[in-house]
């Protein structure tokens, strides 16, 4: 699984150019998921987006995380984060899973954060097309990839 957070003050997410959800403060979470991926997988990186230590404490550091901020996640399935550009200008997106396994493993991410973090989370609407605004917040943004755990 491959996801790319960002830190944010403000992030709605579009389908047919009505408003499908949005958030205030928190992280919208751009989730790419491959064939490989596993339960462990789902558990480690829910664990990682919720305690991670991107939001500012009193004194202006990147200290408090999700929960000790009191914000908001969005969770918006993003298979182009999966691209491989190695060969040619054209992305391949040889990595991504087929659409029933991901389905699965998505929603099944989607329930797990939420256990971990403790309430609802936004989402889209899995496979469609979406537009998103947002007000990146820092600018914070963090990659992470479950197969290249640093």
């Given at each position: ?119 609802s989370v936004k ?28």
């Open positions: 699984m491959r996801v790319l957070i960002q830190r944010v003050t403000k992030a709605r997410l579009i389908i047919n150019n009505e408003i499908e959800s949005e958030i205030d403060k928190g992280l919208l979470v751009l989730l790419a998921i491959e064939e490989s991926d596993k339960k462990e997988d789902i558990l480690w990186l829910s664990k990682k987006i919720v305690l991670l230590r991107i939001f500012d404490d009193n004194n202006g550091v990147m200290n408090k995380n999700i929960l000790e901020s009191h914000g908001q996640i969005m969770i918006v399935s993003q298979f182009t984060l999966l691209a491989s550009t190695k060969k040619g200008n054209r992305p391949f997106y040889s990595k991504a899973a087929k659409y029933e396994i991901a389905f699965k493993i998505y929603e099944n991410f989607i329930i797990q954060i939420e256990k971990d973090f403790g309430e989402t889209g609407i899995f496979g469609a097309y979406m537009q998103i605004e947002l007000i990146n917040d820092g600018p914070t943004t963090i990659f992470i990839d479950t197969k290249n755990r640093e």
